[in-house]
């Protein structure tokens, strides 16, 4: 059975051709591997990934142990969530999270325990290791805090942590910062210089801008990154450039929407409609998005998008995977709602399919219900939910309780009661027992009316009834 972990969130983005080389953050990043914690906090695209993927890079090759997640929204599961750190952390320190993940993996465990025995295996190290955690504001959430809390005040001398977020997280970094345990990387210190933006629309993009014009976006973009590639992309064939940058006002949202709209109206239709198709998707992979698109060659077509600096991300050294530039993502998908909602949910319905016959039914799932398709993903969970349970996945189940609708699952007794079996494992047992009253009901009902896609669970179902009635008793 596949993996229904993604290998791609633990490897380390591939520092980009052209980089422009930025030796005052380098050194800034650098020191904390003196610091118990280094922050990298700015809004979407001011570079943070880039930065912290050129230093960790770096660091590899003075032979320093990094570990690299990259963070979703489906990592706000504290179970989801610290397995994919300690699986990072045991890639880059072989031996040192055995202990911890099984604790995790049992489910007994609170997360206290889990995480000391962590600390204490790293704390015999002799040397360090660095754990980044990369666009850690789509998992930050009041279950995830306690725990990374917990870790950041009891990090040992040999761990270095490392988080990026667009906002600051509940953490103690009041006190970390009295006490020179913090290191801060701001919007200030990522915003482009002038010197900095030359180098980038000049020597990069072969603008060849005079001095006056690269001020005047420099000023205008107020050195934000992710504005002045946008404004690269528009005046790459203009002769008009001194016409359009004298005109071209810096605010933020509305430089982003305002230029995407002209990268997008400048792409011949083919590629502007292979980007708004995609653009439902997390990750984009040459099959994936033929399947979603209905165009040939989706790999050429990422592979040009990627030569093109059309804002998608390489998640792997093979570029067989690859996302979107969060904000540029964000556009797409406005563009395509504006334009074309009917198509939407049929989008999302292609790739559910895909992910189903790829065996990846959490995407599967979630895209099925963004298509419109609750039975269907009322089906796949029910068929996924055992090898969730052995891969100690309550956290996923536990999601799929709030985005299923309840009176789809209400006549399928086998989702029903692994759906008790998730609240449970998430020790949520109020309405538990009405709950096993209505899957009691239902075998007692005429069975052709049951919905059951898994026979097999369908004779464990009674015993399992008795199980969780044992359990809330007890």
């Known amino acids: 059975m596949p993996s229904l972990m993604v290998e791609t969130k633990l490897l380390l983005p591939r520092v980009r051709a052209g980089a422009i080389p930025r030796s005052r953050l380098d050194e800034l990043v650098r020191r904390g591997s003196e610091a118990r914690l280094t922050l990298v906090s700015a809004p979407a695209g001011f570079g943070k990934t880039t930065l912290l993927s050129a230093w960790a890079a770096a660091a590899g090759e ?3 142990a990094t570990a690299w997640v990259s963070l979703d929204d489906d990592d706000r599961q504290p179970a989801q969530f610290w397995t994919y750190a300690l699986l990072a952390l045991e890639r880059a320190a072989p031996g040192t999270t055995e202990e911890a993940l099984g604790l995790l993996q ?9 995480l000391t025995a962590l600390v204490n295996e790293l704390s015999v190290r002799s040397d360090d290791v660095h754990l980044v955690l990369d666009d850690y504001h789509l998992a930050d959430g009041a279950d995830v805090q306690p725990g990374m809390a917990f870790l950041v005040d009891h990090l040992p001398p040999q761990l270095h942590l490392v988080i990026s977020p667009r906002a600051d997280p509940a953490l103690p970094l009041a006190r970390l910062r009295a006490r020179g345990e913090l290191v801060e990387v701001r919007a200030a210190d990522l915003r482009f210089t002038e010197d900095e933006a030359a180098a980038y629309l000049n020597d990069v ?9 690269v001020a005047a976006l420099a000023t205008r973009t107020e050195g934000w990154i992710a504005a002045l590639q946008l404004a690269a992309l528009s005046l790459d064939g203009r002769e008009d450039r001194r016409a359009f940058v004298s005109g071209f006002a810096g605010d933020d949202r509305y430089v982003v929407d305002y230029l995407a709209e002209e990268v997008l109206d400048r792409q011949p239709d083919n590629v502007r409609r292979f980007l708004l198709d995609s653009s439902i998707l997390d990750r984009l992979s040459g099959p994936l998005c033929e399947a979603v698109t209905g165009q040939p060659d989706g790999k050429a077509m990422l592979d040009a998008l990627d030569r093109q600096n059309l804002f998608v991300v390489p998640l792997d050294d093979q570029r067989r995977w690859y996302r979107y530039h969060h904000l540029f993502g964000d556009v797409l998908r406005a563009h395509l709602l504006g334009e074309r909602p009917g198509d939407v949910a049929e989008l999302h319905r292609r790739a559910s399919r895909w992910y189903d016959e790829a065996g990846e039914p959490i995407p599967a799932v979630r895209h ?5 398709e609750p039975d269907r993903a009322a089906d ?5 939910i055992p090898a969730l349970r052995r ?3 309550e956290s996923v189940i536990r999601t799929w309780i709030d985005d299923l609708p309840s009176d789809i699952v209400d006549n399928r007794p086998v989702l029903a009661i692994e759906f008790v079996g998730g609240l ?3 020790n949520e047992f109020e309405g538990i027992e009405q709950r096993l009253v209505g899957v009691e009901r239902l075998l007692a009902g005429p069975a052709d009316e049951l919905v059951v896609v898994d026979h097999d669970e369908l004779p464990r179902v009674a ?7 044992a359990a809330l008793a007890l």
């Open 368 to 372: 099925a219900l963004a298509g419109g």
């Open 62 to 64: 003075r032979g320093r």
């Open 380 to 384: 796949l969970a029910e068929l996924a």
């Open 391 to 393: 891969d100690r996945r």
């Open 106 to 114: 049992s489910g007994q465990s609170p997360i206290e325990v889990v």
């Open 424 to 426: 449970a494992s998430c």
């Open 463 to 469: 015993s399992q009834i008795e199980m969780y009635r």
């Open 205 to 213: 993009g072969g603008l060849d801008l005079d001095a006056s014009d």
